[in-house]
């Protein structure tokens, strides 16, 4: 832990669900960890998870699809923590619908906070990055990436992450920053629970009918991306770059 514990993490839409999920995980492999979401307040469970466990965090307000308030806060971060040299691009949201019933606010919304960004949060902490020769950066894409009935925008963006990670992998691996993406399955979090509602039936008998289909023959949880996110985000994965790991229970076809 000598090294690790010097690192600072930023991870986006970590107030719950997965990100609060590897928000926790990362401070445990030694991060301090920037737990950053749109509401601040919001943070506020996630944080208190890492130091009542030992760790180091702080809660960060910001619009990740606003240029100027991702500069804001990437500084912020290196003001109170440290310059960040692992960012997880994880925060979402969903606007589910049929294409013929897909209004263009459904689809920008979706294209700005999950690709938009990706491309402002990591372009604020690749300098840091490349200062330090070490970087990491994951982006989570999606099992929908591969299309996914009733998420035009959130298929599209998913796939769209999975070319913008093969691209950071080229442009940046000369100075120590490797890229990587992980595209999870069916994990229980808010926003399956909003997919159920979707489609009109409870959450625990989607859960069960999901299950079926997935040859572990269970749903994810957070903490099965988290692992898969602090893999990539070790001081040992440094030879790993421009993949996409997909954290599904089993193949996906």
Same mark, same amino acid.
């Given at each position: 832990?000598?090294?690790?514990?010097?690192?600072?993490?930023?991870?986006?839409?970590?107030?719950?669900?997965?990100?609060?999920?590897?928000?926790?995980?990362?401070?445990?492999?030694?991060?301090?960890?920037?737990?950053? @979401?749109?509401?601040? %307040? =919001?943070?506020? &469970?996630?944080?208190?998870?890492?130091? !009542? +466990?030992?760790?180091? /965090?702080?809660? $960060?307000?910001? @619009?990740?699809?606003? %240029? =100027?308030?991702? &500069?804001?806060?990437?500084?912020?971060? !290196? +003001?109170?923590?440290? /310059?960040?040299? $692992?960012?997880?691009?994880?925060?979402?949201?969903?606007?589910?619908?049929?294409?013929?019933?897909?209004?263009?606010?459904?689809?920008?919304?979706?294209?700005?906070?999950?690709?938009?960004?990706?491309?402002?949060?990591?372009?604020?902490?690749?300098?840091?990055?490349?200062?330090?020769?070490?970087?990491?950066?994951?982006?989570?894409?999606?099992?929908?990436?591969?299309?996914?009935?009733?998420?035009?925008?959130?298929?599209?963006?998913?796939?769209?992450?999975?070319?913008?990670?093969?691209?950071?992998?080229?442009?940046?691996?000369?100075?120590?920053?490797?890229?990587?993406?992980?595209?999870?399955?069916?994990?229980?979090?808010?926003?399956?629970?909003?997919?159920?509602?979707?489609?009109?039936?409870?959450?625990?008998?989607?859960?069960?009918?999901?299950?079926?289909?997935?040859?572990?023959?269970?749903?994810?949880?957070?903490?099965?991306?988290?692992?898969?996110?602090?893999?990539?985000?070790?001081?040992?994965?440094?030879?790993?770059?421009?993949?996409?790991?997909?954290?599904?229970?089993?193949?996906?076809?």
């Amino acid at each position: 832990m000598s090294t690790t514990e010097q690192r600072v993490a930023v991870v986006t839409g970590a107030a719950r669900g997965i990100g609060a999920a590897s928000a926790v995980r990362l401070a445990a492999e030694g991060r301090a960890v920037a737990v950053l @979401d749109l509401d601040e %307040a =919001a943070c506020a &469970e996630t944080v208190g998870a890492i130091t !009542a +466990a030992g760790g180091k /965090a702080l809660a $960060v307000g910001c @619009d990740v699809s606003d %240029a =100027a308030q991702v &500069e804001s806060a990437v500084e912020r971060v !290196a +003001a109170e923590l440290g /310059a960040p040299t $692992v960012l997880v691009n994880n925060a979402g949201v969903l606007r589910d619908n049929l294409l013929f019933k897909m209004s263009e606010s459904d689809w920008d919304t979706v294209m700005n906070v999950h690709l938009k960004g990706a491309f402002l949060m990591s372009r604020a902490c690749q300098r840091h990055m490349v200062d330090a020769s070490f970087g990491r950066i994951v982006n989570l894409s999606s099992s929908s990436a591969l299309g996914n009935r009733g998420q035009a925008n959130y298929a599209a963006v998913k796939a769209g992450l999975q070319g913008f990670t093969k691209t950071l992998a080229k442009e940046l691996g000369k100075f120590g920053v490797t890229a990587n993406a992980v595209a999870p399955g069916f994990v229980v979090t808010d926003m399956t629970a909003q997919t159920a509602a979707r489609v009109g039936m409870g959450f625990e008998e989607f859960q069960a009918a999901a299950a079926t289909q997935i040859p572990v023959q269970r749903v994810g949880v957070p903490d099965d991306i988290a692992n898969a996110i602090a893999f990539f985000t070790g001081e040992n994965a440094g030879f790993v770059s421009g993949q996409v790991l997909y954290v599904a229970g089993g193949p996906l076809n």
